[in-house]
């Protein structure tokens, strides 16, 4: 039961947060791409 609500807090946080995390996962793509070329 404590999973399930968890779960759907995570959903919630999820959906409030779903643009937040596409820059934060392009940031990140790209930050790797920029250490590829570098090293």
Same mark, same amino acid.
């Given at each position: 039961? !404590?999973?399930?609500? +968890? !779960? ?11 643009? @937040? ?6 940031? +990140? ?6 250490? +590829? @070329?570098?090293?």
């Amino acid at each position: 039961m !404590l999973l399930r609500r +968890k !779960l759907k807090i995570f959903n919630v946080f999820i959906g409030n947060h779903n643009n @937040f995390l596409l820059i934060i996962v392009s940031v +990140k793509t790209h930050f790797s791409i920029k250490v +590829k @070329f570098l090293c």
